[in-house]
């Protein structure tokens, strides 16, 4: 096998080498994790076994129950919750992954060049690092998990400093403000003044 080539970046007007066995995410430990998601995994499952044994239970009622027929209703259950069951959306120092049903895929958000929202029936925060690696994430992740956010933020700040991330500032700023109104907002709930008159 021959020598990996560096993979070469503009920052700051300057040429600066990252090699693209650096521009993959590291392993690393996690250190933020999405907190619903146990919770939302366990009625994904819920839903898919309930539909299964709802329509198993109604052929047994009618007497039309059969290998091929319970096989399909299987089938039917896990479909619906491969379509239910939510990503699952771990950080730590310089990284943040996505895992869904067909596997992982990660990026260094300190290497960041590109964050941008995908608007469409449910709104998505694209990030690109360096190295080609791509993530898709739904933003209120971000919004009910503050440690997510904070590993991502960190990183993005160092891209930023490091020059190669150009474009996203837009979509990064507007998620900073809907999340510290979140967070100004769980404080006073927890403070008892949401309750006041007028608020």
Known sequence: MGRRQPLRVRAGGHGTHVRRTQAQPPGGEVLAHDREWLREARAAWYCGTGLAGVLVLADLGRGSLDGPRGACWTVLGALLVAVLLPHRVTAGD????VRGVLGEKRVRTDLLTQVRRADGMTPRLVLRDAGGG???LDPQVLV????????????????????LLREGGAALAELTERI??????RLLDSCGFSSLPGS
């Open 134 to 136: 791509r993530v898709e």
């Open 94 to 97: 310089g990284w943040l992954a």
């Open 180 to 185: 510290d109104g979140e967070g100004a907002r």
């Open 144 to 163: 009910a998990n503050p440690l997510l956010w904070h590993r991502l933020d960190a990183g993005a700040r160092r891209s930023r400093q490091s020059g």
